[in-house]
């Protein structure tokens, strides 16, 4: 794993996270809405489900917000472990860029206009911190 994708894993679980909120209130609106009778399909005798139709929805919010507490969780480990690597290195300036870039989730343009500095230096400084991450085993 190079420096570049070990940091990146906070953006990643981040928007994972995002998805699976996303997912959260669709089951909500689902759960609160009425179902339509199916008239046009077939009929099979057997057992009928006697659950509330919003039932299944309510259990599968309950799961996701299960799986959302763990990566949250996992989330605040990784981004104390990330602390501690850029930490480490000397360089305030680059240890500031880091931050804004991989645990504030910042585009370039952003990290420039508040360091007051060109995107070339931008990147430069990138780069140059990247070489010094030492990633834990």
């Not at 996992?74 to 472990?81: A, G, I, R, W």
Request: aromatic share 8%.
């Amino acid at each position: 794993m190079t420096s570049k994708e070990y940091l990146s894993q906070v953006y990643i679980l981040e928007q994972k996270i995002k998805r699976k909120q996303m997912r959260v209130k669709e089951y909500e609106s689902l759960a609160a809405s009425a179902p339509s009778a199916k008239l046009d399909s077939i009929r099979v005798d057997g057992t009928r489900n006697l659950d509330a139709p919003f039932v299944k929805w309510v259990e599968k919010i309950i799961d996701i917000e299960k799986e959302i507490k763990r990566l949250q969780m996992k989330l605040d480990t990784l981004k104390d472990e990330i602390i501690g690597v850029i930490e480490i290195l000397d360089n305030e300036d680059y240890k500031t860029l880091l931050v804004y870039r991989y645990l504030h989730c910042m585009t370039w343009e952003d990290i420039a206009d508040k360091l007051y500095i060109s995107m070339s230096t931008v990147k430069r400084w990138h780069w140059k911190a990247l070489e010094q991450i030492k990633i834990p085993s």
